[in-house]
């Protein structure tokens, strides 16, 4: 009823949920950037689908200044000012990762050894899950759903997965005759890889704070 | 329109500084805009005078009887107790100013209504903690729903903002309905105005400090009480409104900063952390006790002042 008069407002919310449906759209281009390089590494579609991530990546910096410059034109009442805008930059580290893990596998012209192969699409996938399971806690936020800490629960589970996957791909990485060179490479790539699940394991726990905070 | 200027000096200083307490947090905090929170507070505390202020101004007329000159007198009085204690920066209610000062006529005429000072007295008392009261059921209350309710994020936001308009323009009401009869009464005791006409002047000039002099008083006084979460800081505004409200219906005029004050306290007694401090409780009772005593004692010199006479050398 009262919409008309906050414009701004409803511009925000649509601004939020399309950041989210971008955030969804980065991570389900990497996937398909990550499989194709395994599959044929440093192929054509590999480049389309990493340039597709970065350009995906760039659109969510404009919606987060849009955003932003909405927010400094006193749009929603401070406390909600702030939240969002940490919880928006915290979720922004995401794609920063996913980019820099393709930009590895590009620029430094890293092939994925065959013997870890099983292991890293393992830590993709879940990596992946996590920020799946990171888009709804956020919605559920936004909208006051229930099965939040279901949820953060569920990033946890994921975030100990990829750990204990990156430190045995470390393991073997190191464990094989590749050239050592190539396996400080690879060990990067790996943290890399595994910051994606750390990070929405972050966000996760700040959207729990978060969600605590509104509670009277 | 000379003999009245002490009562519009009054209601301007009034304005100026108890508009804060009703939208101060709202426009600190930038969920409203000042002029938008200056007109609706000069609109309604204007219809409040208008409409429900009758009962304050009789009390306060009721207090002792008025000759215009003493009238004059009240109202220079108790606005320069306002002006020197707000100088001094000590805590002042205008409300217990004016009633210091009728007090101080009473003295001088021997004649105190005591029945109806002895109602002023409770009610400041328990402006402070009748604000707390009110303040705890209402958190209470609302607090229980609000946390079923399924409203998204951004919902919960717009629900706030009209809240902080609608409740900040009742509050606005109130302020208008129970303190004109400080910036009027004592013209209507000496049947200089009617009450039609005292509220009106009175609630236009209390309009006028609002528009003129409250925005620096609102972004100072305001911060102080953004500290509080916004739901609180919406709870903290409805229980004043209510308060002032309850005090409009007995006919007392009360103080908006010590409504807030009780109310402020309340929510720290609910979260169990200190939102009001020792210091601000102890500058309360010093307001308590000194503003009347001032008003009173500034009215009887002034009294007596007026009664010196130039005989040359």
Known sequence: MFRFFFKKESRVEELIYSYIENFQLIYGNFEKAVLCCIQQPLCEEFDFLKRQTHKYEAKADDIIDEINNLMYGKVLIPDSREDIMKLLLAIDKIPGHLEIVLSMLKYQHLVIPKEIIPETLDLVKISLSSCEALSKQVITLLKKGKGLRELMNKIDRYESHCDHIETELIQQVFNSEIDPFIKLQLKELIICMGDISDQADRVSKLVNILSLKRRV | ?313
């Not at chain 2, 200083?13 to 000042?34: C, E, H, P, Q, Y």
């Not at chain 2, 005429?109 to 005591?114: A, G, K, L, W």
């Not at chain 2, 400041?124 to 409203?151: D, E, K």
């Not at chain 2, 000496?190 to 609630?203: H, R, Y």
């Open chain 2, 1 to 313: 329109m000379l003999s009245l200027l002490g009562g519009i000096f009054m209601g301007w200083s009034l304005g100026a500084n108890d508009a804060s307490n009703i939208f101060g947090t709202a426009v600190a905090s930038r969920m409203i805009k000042f002029w938008t929170a200056a007109i609706l507070a000069s609109l309604f505390v204007i219809l409040g005078a208008l409409i429900s202020g009758q009962a304050g101004i009789e009390t306060l007329q009721g207090l002792t009887s008025f000759d215009l000159p003493q009238a004059i007198i009240a109202s220079v009085a108790a606005a320069l107790s306002v002006s020197i204690m707000t100088l001094m920066g000590w805590p002042v209610s205008s409300s217990q100013a004016v009633v210091g000062a009728i007090l101080g006529i009473g003295i001088l005429n021997s004649q105190i209504n005591v029945s109806g000072l002895g109602k002023v007295l409770i009610c400041w008392f328990t402006t402070p903690v009748g604000g707390a009261i009110i303040t705890i059921l209402l958190y209470r209350s609302i607090a229980f729903y609000y946390n079923r309710i399924p409203i998204s994020l951004f919902s919960a936001d717009r629900l706030l903002k009209i809240g902080f308009i609608f409740f900040g323009s009742y509050s606005a009401y109130a302020l208008g309905a129970n303190n004109v009869a400080n910036v009027t009464a004592v013209f209507v005791g000496a049947g200089k105005l009617s009450v039609f006409q005292a509220a009106l002047i009175g609630g236009l000039s209390i309009a006028f400090g609002i528009l003129t002099f409250s925005r620096p008083v609102m972004e100072t006084v305001g911060k102080k009480l953004v500290e509080l979460d916004p739901f609180s800081a919406l709870m903290v505004s409805i229980s004043l409104g209510i308060t002032i409200h309850i005090y409009t219906i007995i006919g007392v005029p009360v103080s908006s900063s010590q409504a807030i004050i009780g109310g402020v306290l309340g929510i720290g007694i609910i979260k169990g952390t200190n939102t009001v401090s020792m210091k601000t409780l102890k500058n309360i009772f010093l307001g308590w006790f000194l503003t009347p005593v001032v008003a009173c004692v500034l009215a009887i010199i002034i009294s007596f002042g007026s009664y010196l006479e130039y005989t040359g050398p």
